[in-house]
């Protein structure tokens, strides 16, 4: 059975879509962003709680300091890339499910009322929404380079608050000419895949 969904879209999202590593100079505008934003805001999450938040790094300034809590080498493409975003997970996103999820608002305190059991929902789901997002980042033509090789105690004191937990940092723009590592491999279905 093959996909309903068109081969250059998988193309565009999956099978050609890589890790970029350098980006050209195009900037990436903030209409760029919301539609990425209003494309992938429908990921479902549990109980649509929708944890995930996004921290734009535009200024020089702040540029740098991000840059001082990256892994060495991650710090030259995010020092250079066109728009770099911090995912993290809100920790306090009970507090929207009156909201989000309206026909069981006490799912908020049913659930969600100890932090232990936020901090595991958020981390999770929001993860799951960060990878919404670079398929959305790649939706619009744009590359994604995430990154997971940073301070995440001094990304959090620097961006954030004690209610939101970094999950990583992703470059953002136009892929330069030299822009991807060759692919590595991937496993097959019956590697993966198991029917009982």
Known sequence: MSLVLDPTAQDLLFREARTANAFTDEPVSEEQVQAIYDLVKFGP?????????????????ARE??????????????ATAPLVAILSADN???EELPHLFPHFPQAKDVFFAERPAREGAASLNAALQA???????????LAAGPMTGFDFAGVQKEFL?????????????????DAWFPRSPRLEADQVITTV
């Open 45 to 61: 999450t549990a109980f649509n709680q929708s944890p995930l938040r996004i921290t734009l790094v535009r200024s020089a300034e």
């Open 65 to 78: 300091r991000l840059v001082q809590h990256m892994a060495e080498g991650n710090q030259p493409k995010t």
């Open 92 to 94: 306090e996103f009970h």
């Open 131 to 141: 990878a919404y997002f670079i398929i959305g980042v790649r939706a619009a033509g």
């Open 161 to 177: 608050d004690g209610d939101h937990t970094p999950l990583m940092v992703v470059n953002i723009g136009r892929p330069a000419e």
